[in-house]
């Protein structure tokens, strides 16, 4: 196999020089007086990306990375030239940087500018490369925001068969996958579909049923092998899929898709920051006004009393309260540890009996939406509710919509509904609010995108003043809460099976489970059918 482009280069390639000063007259750091040391320049590569690296060498030891790919070399005298070149600063923020150069001799200078045209021409035709197929070893957006061993993460997980399997075998989801990509037949005949994040590459296979003309497989994880080993065991559907190993950020496909498959959605549909990818697949290769399966996506919230559940989470940290721990006296981390128990969302199916107000919803319509509109998802709150009760927080849930144009249809992760393995989600205030019926609760839901693929979220609850005689708008009571999505309580680790309860119709399903007691002050509360807390174990991190 032959060496990277820049590695290639990198032992031929180092010049010293008389000195290398900032264009920029401010950086006084890495100037360099022509009585310092020689400094030094080397071309290289790091991580693949071709780099010219300088350095200054002088009391600063300061060091400047240039990019080749951003770089231009300039002339200015038999001895002297000067480099342009993107940088960045430590927000990120790109600007145009300059060195100025001075060689020791007219011999090195030539010599040096000779290398400089060599690398960029390497580095075109690695692009020309890259026009055919294979994956780029630039950084791209989405190494730019995520944090590298995060990603690691992410993709050994996706890269092993028995998570793909777990959403194989979540039968709600892929079975309404399958229909709506069947049913939709003719947004598939004959079009150029590309799949982001293939995974097993069953997506794929499923438009390639329904008459694809060519699908495009692109999975960044080790998975892909499987996936090209999974669709050659397909010889009937084969020819019309081509996986590509890389990341939808950076590998180039060599045509337009019509419609684009993906099933990008986490826990509360944003967890995992994938939508971003989609988003980013749909800017790079979709043809205008070509189709999304699936289309938009829509986060609901009501606010849901469990007390139950609100008593689970607050007995957790009565460990902490132990004065006499061997000797030890624990009090002093028992609010940190509340406080921790707390700031994780819990993920399970519960009875949307707990709702006590009508859900309301933000719609993500995945056609339109900007990738940056997804690092910051503000909602405002507002329900009525329709008990009086103790408010434990906000119940979320999501369902997407296949605009399909013979049928359109939707999968839900409703409470109520089947199980998937999304679960719902809910967020637990530690100081529950108190409601009667017909009072308004008002409040705002936060999620702010974090570089570990997920979101810090931060719920606000208000119960605003209600009754005759009462302050119009006045809010009387305020709870609110910051929670990470990355770290959620799995609170069951198995889809349950539904069942129909006695008092039930036939449409308002709910789980039957075994119900632990865990509190003494529970005895007076009417338990309705809950789902029973987990062992403890914790099977998935990832719901994709
Ligand atoms: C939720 S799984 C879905 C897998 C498959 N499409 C299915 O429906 O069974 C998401 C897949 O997308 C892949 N993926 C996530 N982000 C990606 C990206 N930026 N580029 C390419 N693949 C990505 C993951 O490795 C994972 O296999």
């Not at 100025?100 to 960029?120: C, G, M, N, P, V």
């Not at 004959?190 to 069953?202: E, L, Q, T």
Request: with cysteine.
């Amino acid at each position: 196999m032959e060496a990277p482009v820049g590695q290639k280069s990198q032992k031929l390639h180092e010049f010293a020089l008389a000195s290398v000063s900032d264009l920029a007259p401010s950086s006084s750091s890495s100037d360099v007086a022509s009585s310092s040391p020689p400094a030094i320049a080397r071309f290289g590569a790091d991580c693949g990306i071709p780099e010219l690296r300088f350095n200054m060498e002088c009391a600063s030891g300061a060091v400047v990375n240039v990019d080749l790919r951003t770089a231009k070399l300039f002339k200015l005298g038999p001895v002297s030239s000067v480099c342009i070149f993107r940088a960045s600063d430590i927000s990120k923020e790109k600007y145009s940087r300059g060195v100025t150069i001075r060689f020791r001799s007219e011999e090195d200078s030539t010599a040096f500018h000779y290398a400089f045209e060599q690398l960029k021409k390497d580095c075109v035709i690695q692009e020309a490369q890259l026009a055919n197929g294979a994956p780029s070893a630039s950084k791209c957006k989405f190494d730019d925001k995520i944090e590298p061993s995060s990603a690691k993460m992410y993709f050994h997980y996706y890269g092993q068969l028995l998570h793909q399997q777990n959403m194989l075998q979540d039968y709600v989801r892929t079975g309404t996958y399958y229909a709506a990509v069947i049913e939709n037949r003719a947004d598939f005949f004959g079009r150029v579909v590309v799949d982001v994040g293939a995974g097993s590459g069953i997506l794929s296979l499923f438009a390639a049923q329904a008459g694809a003309k060519h699908v495009y497989a692109v999975e960044a994880s080790e998975m892909a092998e499987y996936a090209r080993k999974l669709i050659a065991g397909n010889p009937a559907l084969s020819q019309r899929i081509t996986v590509v190993k890389g990341k939808v950020e950076e590998v180039e496909l060599p045509e337009k898709a019509d419609i684009l498959i993906s099933e990008p959605m986490g826990t509360l549909l944003v967890n995992e920051r994938m939508l971003e990818s989609y988003v980013i697949a749909r800017d790079r290769f979709l043809v205008p006004n070509g189709k999304m399966f699936p289309t938009v996506g829509r986060i609901h919230m009501a606010p849901f009393s469990d007390e139950y559940l609100f008593v689970e989470i607050a007995n957790k940290a009565l460990f902490w309260q132990q004065q006499n721990y061997y000797g030890v006296d624990l009090t002093a981390l028992h609010g940190s540890a509340f406080q921790g128990y707390f700031s994780q969302p819990v993920v399970d199916a519960f009875d949307p009996r707990f709702l006590v107000a009508p859900s309301i919803s933000h719609v993500i319509d995945f056609t339109k939406v900007e990738e940056e509109d997804l690092y910051e998802i503000d909602v405002p709150l507002r329900f009525i509710a329709s008990v009086g009760t103790r408010v434990h927080g906000l119940a979320c849930w999501f369902d997407v919509l296949f605009n399909g144009s013979t049928v359109q249809r939707w999968l839900t992760t409703a409470p109520g509904a089947p199980t998937t393995h999304w679960y719902q989600l809910r967020c637990v205030l530690s100081q529950p609010i108190y409601v009667m019926a017909g009072q308004e609760i008002t409040g705002r839901l936060r999620m702010v995108a974090h570089d570990a693929q997920s979101y810090t979220i931060y719920l606000t609850l208000s119960a605003k003043m209600w009754g005759p005689g009462a302050e119009q708008g006045g809010i009387l009571q305020t709870s609110s809460c910051k929670l990470d999505l990355k770290e959620p309580y799995y609170r069951m680790s198995q889809p349950q099976a539904y069942a129909l309860a006695q008092d039930q119709q036939p449409n308002q399903l709910i789980q039957t489970q075994d119900i632990p007691i865990q509190s003494q002050d529970l005895d007076d509360i009417e338990l309705l059918a809950q789902p029973s807390p987990s062992s403890g174990a914790q099977l998935n991190t990832l719901n994709g």
